[in-house]
């Protein structure tokens, strides 16, 4: 990466890292539930709200500011959120955070020249893809940490994946996956898992030979499960659906950031896994969520997803108390694996009212809850 790009890190001996979060979110008619192309109309009327458009006009986009607590993080997200609906009911839409429309659906471009040559280039997987996610960032202090950090958080981003599973209907019908946002994703050539760099040299040359190949439109289109962001100081964990709820995005936000804070403080070698693998863990998180199994990352052998992710804190405990962030995350793992994911509800949903566009807006009513 471009050394101009990266402003030196502020952070004091044994401060927290600070982290940030992005969500997109569905603008959905709220009586029959079905995405609508209002995006234009909700970023028109979000006053001093920072919302963004995106690829399709059905969505938008809320971020946070950088912080270093969980408490900040928490209200940041709910506050962005309920902004955001207050919008996008002022445009006649409803706010929803789901990985994918429950509700068929023709997603509409934004008016973009970037989307309109990725349109071209791409043609049904552009057509299709309306999807949400949520991208976490991390601090780091230099391209040699952030390239440090994305070869050793790699074994454990399906589990994150898993965790935030939230997107089990597709064009009308049950997909099968907890996740099929992940598979609609997987679609981009650039898109996925990826292999260990070993040094910021190596990931400039990766990046930079993906685009001279004239595949990708842009160094925007490097949509790596986690990758170097191009604006910031920091790593994106770009690999997790929108959690239908505050909590569950905070439990992804803060896991991401012991991840990188462990990957950081470790100087234990990366795993040598292989992508082939990874893909395979991959498929497994979005296909299972949290109710079925999971690869374990020590074995590479299946797992109940309760032990993969109980496996997942214990490796991160350590960083989770020295940010004070243990007991709460804790609480939270719990919590998930309880009641479930945001795929669960949604499914619990279908199974009491038989109702597509009930699912579609029963998220809705927990987007801002």
Known sequence: MDQ???????????????????????????????PRALGGAVLALSGETELTGELQREQIETETRPCRDLDDLARQLRQARVAAAEAARAAGAELAAVGTSPVPVEP???????????????????????????HVHIAVDSPEEGVAALDRIRPWLPALLALSANSPFWHGEDSRYASYRNRVWSRWPSAGPYGPFGTPAAYRATVDTMLATGTVVDEGMVYFDARLARLHPTVEL???????????????????????????????????????????????????????????????????????????????????????????????????????????????????????AAVALGAAAATTT
Do not use: I, N
């Open 4 to 34: 101009r790009e990266w402003t030196p890190g502020k952070r004091e001996q044994g401060c927290v890292r600070t982290l940030g979060v992005e969500e997109e979110f569905l603008l959905l008619d709220p009586e029959s539930g079905r």
């Open 108 to 134: 509409t471009l934004s008016p973009s020249p970037r989307y309109a040559e990725m349109a071209e280039r791409f043609g049904l997987t552009v057509s299709e893809q309306l999807t949400c996610g949520q």
């Open 238 to 356: 770009r690999v997790p659906d929108v959690c239908l709820r505050v909590e569950d995005a905070v439990l992804v936000a803060a896991l991401a950031r012991a991840l990188v804070e462990t990957a950081l403080a470790v100087a234990a070698p990366f795993d040598p896994v292989r992508t082939e693998v990874l893909r395979l863990a991959t498929w497994r998180a979005a296909r299972s969520g949290t109710s079925g199994a999971l690869l374990d990352p020590g074995t590479w052998r299946e797992a109940p997803a309760a032990d993969v992710l109980r496996a997942l804190l214990a490796h991160v405990t350590p960083a989770l108390e020295r940010a004070g962030d243990r007991e709460r995350v804790e609480d939270l793992l719990g919590a998930v694996l309880a009641r479930g994911t945001g795929a669960d509800a949604q499914r619990a949903t279908f199974a009491r009212t038989g109702d597509l």
